[in-house]
């Protein structure tokens, strides 16, 4: 092999050396100086839920958790980027002027220093002129958080509400033990308040939660210890504290001592631990 091969070889060899270590350190140097994207500044929690249903009444407060802390100059109720609007039957009010912070962080609590209407929406809006602290982002997107007294949104619908209906303040359900004679059993049963003295105990179905069970037939439920505004219907104890119960009534279950009735409703899973009798 002459003079020349030899040393083309070796050029060829020499030149792929330098590309691999080339191309390592140019993949190392590039991982390094790849930044992360830019974190967006959103609210990531709304209490109370949207279009959710709360009790009326006065000591109440609405709680945003944002990605970042809040700039407190900019969140404030005098700042123009927040209001609050109470709405009945299609009249609204500006209700901005009774909201308080107590809190400015991630978590902003504003306390309404006002009684809420029985069967009133209220919508709390938010501008995206609210910034971040330190950086100055500002908000991703307008916030529009809507919940009610009482027929207002409950279900998703969006209506005005209905003065009179009777509507579910609460429901929850209980696991107890009683006496049997030769010891003690498990007991469960499903509790709904409504927010007035019902006619007649009223029927209502329930299917368990984690299960492939349908919905069972409508039952009686009865009231609890006289109280018509109290509703109880027993049920079979859950097999394990993750499974749990919905209740459902349809639209002419619920009837009040003016004849209205209420909407159709269906609740959440309703869940309580237990930690078993004797």
Not at 206 to 230: H, I, N
Not at 241 to 265: C, N, P, W
Request: hydrophobic fraction near 35%.
């Amino acid at each position: 092999m002459s003079m020349e091969s030899y040393l083309c070889i070796f050029k060829n060899i020499a030149l792929s050396i330098i590309l691999v270590l080339s191309l390592q350190y140019c993949a190392y140097d590039d991982t390094q100086t790849t930044s992360l994207p830019d974190q967006e500044f959103y609210v990531a929690d709304v209490a109370p839920g949207y279009q959710s249903t709360v009790s009326s009444g006065p000591d109440k407060k609405i709680t945003l958790v944002f990605s970042m802390p809040v700039e407190p100059s900019t969140i404030l109720p005098n700042t123009g980027n927040v209001s609050f609007i109470q709405d009945i039957n299609g009249v609204a009010t500006d209700l901005s002027h009774v909201l308080t912070i107590s809190e400015i962080s991630n978590v902003v609590t504003f306390h309404v220093n006002y009684a809420l209407a029985m069967r009133a929406d209220y919508t709390l809006n938010i501008s995206n002129n609210v910034k971040s602290i330190g950086n100055g982002m500002n908000l991703r997107s307008p916030v529009l958080h809507q919940f009610n007294t009482g027929g207002g949104y409950t279900q998703g619908g969006v209506g005005n509400t209905v003065p009179g209906s009777p509507y579910i303040l609460e429901y929850k359900l209980v696991r107890e033990c009683i006496s049997n004679g030769t010891g003690q059993q498990e007991v469960a049963y499903i509790e709904v308040k409504f927010n007035e003295v019902l006619m007649l105990p009223p029927k209502a179905q329930v299917k368990k939660t984690l299960s492939t069970q349908s919905w069972s037939a409508e039952q009686d439920m009865q009231a609890k210890e006289g109280d018509m505004s109290v509703m109880i219907l027993n049920v079979d104890p859950p097999e394990y504290d993750l499974q749990g119960y919905k209740i459902r009534f349809s639209s002419t279950a619920v009837t009040d001592l003016e004849g209205l009735h209420m909407s159709s409703f269906e609740s959440q899973g309703i869940y309580q631990v237990f930690g078993g009798c004797n």
